[in-house]
């Protein structure tokens, strides 16, 4: 494989400078100067690159140097937020038509706020801390989790579509589209930016026909984009955990699940080592962090997130039909079953000494 062309060869270079840049100390004309120096570094590297025969080394150096470009430019530009008067009146009504579904508990509602827009004003500070307690704060705030479950949930309507090229890609667009619209929506956090990126290159390749899809590559493309785009949102913690985590699930996972064969039919025990698996292989690369940070570590990790995740998406999945007009009762009462049913667990969880 020629490394030039080697999305994986082109994102650790480019990341580590990101990071050799975000680790400088801020402040005074320094981002000024790196923006100048790293410009100068990659147009010699660039030449040194496209001469005769080119030069590995050179390209990985080149990409090293832009990196740092990116991240010295995007401190001397400073923030520049963008117009949100649609999104803003997109959030509100999706707040007042999870008020308006008359979920029999009150707590329901706020939950799904919590879960569905990242409001978590109106919640029980008891609720609060024993999600925090449990180890399933990463359950409160969005992340590729929630864009997860409402990805499959679009692509489960759309599947009488069929499966023909039109259709395929008409339902890549809506999906695609509609994960846009809920990432300006919510706020556009780090790790839902990763998750909009995973989605969009996954897209890309099942439309791309004789393109096989790896995770890796995956991987590499979000990291990048997401760098080139915001480097300097390498210093946030939403960020780095979701990047951890998925490194987890792309090198550790598909090792940890191999280790129970798959059968011809449906195994539920293999399904439950796929979770436990799963789970482990987030914990691998996002506890040293969480340790680093916090200095704790959630000791009921597995326990929690084997019952609390199932539960989430259960009552997300329940909830999101509760929110249109002529619902069945019985489907609002078995989203506020499934809802106080997962408040429970983690209250449960976190009571254990």
Known sequence: MVVEKDIVAISIPFSAGVVTAALLPPGGDAPYWLAAGSCLAA????ALACGRGGRTGAVLALFYCLGVFCHATALCAGPAPGPRVPA??????LLRAIDGAGFAHAGTAELLKALLAGQRSGMDPQTV???RAA???HILALSGLHLGILYGFLQGLLRPLGHSRAATVLRSAACVSAAAFYLAMTGASPSLVRAFLFIVFGEAARLLPGRRRRSVNVFCAALTVQLAVSPTVVGSLGFQLSYLAML????VF???EAWYPEG????????LWSAVALTVSCQVFTAPLVWVRFHSFPKYFLLTNLGALPLTEGFILCALP??????PQGIKNLADTLGQTLVFFLEAIASIP
């Not at 987890?248 to 090198?251: T, Y």
């Open 43 to 46: 147009a010699g590297l660039l």
């Open 88 to 93: 803003d009146r997109a959030l509100q009504g």
């Open 129 to 131: 801390a024993a999600f």
């Open 135 to 137: 180890g399933a704060s």
């Open 248 to 251: 987890g699930i792309v090198l």
């Open 254 to 256: 598909p090792r940890l």
């Open 264 to 271: 011809r039919r449906r195994d539920p025990v293999r399904r």
């Open 322 to 327: 509760a929110l249109l007009p002529g619902c």
